[in-house]
């Protein structure tokens, strides 16, 4: 990188980005590095800070893989993964909620009625609610997906994955 300086890094990286990338995609990754770069300015980052910092993303991806995915629960940690659903879920609506890392998909349908106790120790939960649209009308059909922690806090994907879900779906 030839006369590159502390003040135009950010522009010479931009330009590496070709015209064809895809436009959305030039602009997140634009939007990421001057962000990037205006931190490592604001806090005057020194070595041994970047090193650290470098560390620990490796760290989480070490930790990481196909069941494991820590990168999200650090985005979670961060209120990334919040804000992200708050702006893409603007609406008058009840505000929905991020699943988390920990939320299994097509765990078992529990129908109306159905409890988890015989299988579980611990206090009774009892949930109840009606779904209905922005003018008050019941959706028919709507399918709510509930998961809750084990006495112990711990998610049944975290605790024992083959003792049963304590993630029912609903109908």
Known sequence: MRNVTKDNITDVFMGYLSE???????EVMGSLVRHLHAFAKEV???HAEWRKGVE???ATGDISDAERHEFVL????????SLVDMIN???DGTSSSVLGPFHISGAPPLEIGGDLKDRFEGPIVVVQGQ?????GNPIAGATLD???TAPNGLYS???CPSSGFLEPRAA
């Open 20 to 26: 064809d990338t895809d436009p959305r995609l030039r």
């Open 44 to 46: 005057n980052l020194t």
């Open 56 to 58: 620990f993303l490796e």
């Open 74 to 81: 650090l985005s979670d940690v961060l209120g990334l993964s």
């Open 89 to 91: 879920s603007d609406h």
């Open 131 to 135: 779904v209905k649209d922005l003018d």
């Open 146 to 148: 509930i998961w809750q």
């Open 157 to 159: 994907s975290q605790d």
